[in-house]
Nanobody, 114 residues
């Protein structure tokens, strides 16, 4: 399975970014998928997930600011991130939830300046 995250970048606090994840090598529509974030010096944590039929869940720190979505035809998942703050800085990875695929891919880096 290949997980190709893209779309990260550097923004100022209050800005927005949309990251994407292309999933190759598995039947994407069968899986609950998630975005994970690894902040500098921290462990990777799940921040949002979406079931195969579109039900979304968020951790409190991103609830109301981030929106997870998926396109089962394009085998792609998205994370729209609004009202970004410096605490959102990190590498964003996509993977299955709750049992991730073994290979995480490179992720995409997001840097938010104050």
């Amino acid at each position: 399975v290949q997980l190709q995250a893209s779309g990260g970048g550097s923004v100022e606090a209050g800005g927005s970014l949309r990251v994407s994840c292309k999933v190759i090598g598995t039947n994407f529509r069968l899986h609950r998928m998630a975005w994970y974030r690894q902040a500098p010096g921290q462990q990777r944590e799940l921040i949002a997930d979406i079931t195969n039929d579109g039900k979304q869940n968020y951790v409190d720190s991103v609830k109301g600011r981030f929106i997870i979505s998926r396109d089962n035809v394009r085998r792609t998942m998205y994370l729209q991130m609004n009202s970004l703050n410096p605490e959102d800085t990190g590498v964003y990875y996509c993977n299955r939830a709750p049992e991730p695929f073994p290979s995480w891919g490179r992720g995409t880096r997001v840097s938010v300046s104050s």
